[in-house]
């Protein structure tokens, strides 16, 4: 079914939002509502879009394993990100930690179950301009967009 390479990608992707999880976890009532660098989110909302960022790479992988492609725009995921900080600003810890561990679980699998062929599938990526990219490239992207914003959510609380 799925191949090395997609069991690097989901391993990779796993650890990641492992550790968001975690730092899920730890944060004080205090920490949760802290501004974010970089994000202006807040360590909260910031979570939420990582865990909400797994169903769009789930629906993206499919879309580009299939070939399809995907057709939303830099400035569509822009303005559903806007939208998304505004209703995730109220959501608790507890919440958000059983999204990310669900639709985590979730992806993880996806991912895991690639195949070769599906991860060196080409197709147009809305995001890049509608650029041809390869299915893998996109597959990398979940660990890091987890990381990413998972860093930023962690600096904020070590400046204190």
């Known amino acids: 079914m799925g191949s090395e390479r997609a069991a690097a990608l989901a391993a990779d992707f796993a650890a990641a939002n ?33 865990a909400e960022g797994h169903t769009n790479g789930l629906r993206w992988l499919r879309s580009m394993a299939s070939g ?15 939208a998304h900080a505004v209703r995730a600003g109220t959501v608790g810890q507890v919440e958000t930690a059983a999204l990310l561990a669900s639709n ?9 179950s690639l195949t070769d062929e599906e991860l060196d599938r080409r197709a147009p990526f809305g995001p890049a301009g509608g650029r041809m990219l390869p299915t893998g490239d ?15 959510a962690q600096s904020s609380i070590a400046r204190v």
């Open 18 to 50: 492992e550790a968001a999880l975690q730092f899920a976890g730890s944060c004080s009532d205090a920490d949760w509502y802290r501004r974010a660098p970089g994000e202006d989110w807040t360590v909260g909302v910031v979570l939420h879009h990582i």
């Open 68 to 82: 399809e492609g995907v057709s939303e725009t830099a400035q569509d995921i822009d303005n559903a990100n806007a």
């Open 104 to 112: 985590g679980a979730v992806l993880e699998q996806a991912l895991r």
């Open 138 to 152: 996109l597959a990398a992207v979940a660990a890091r967009h987890t990381r990413g914003h998972l860093s930023s």
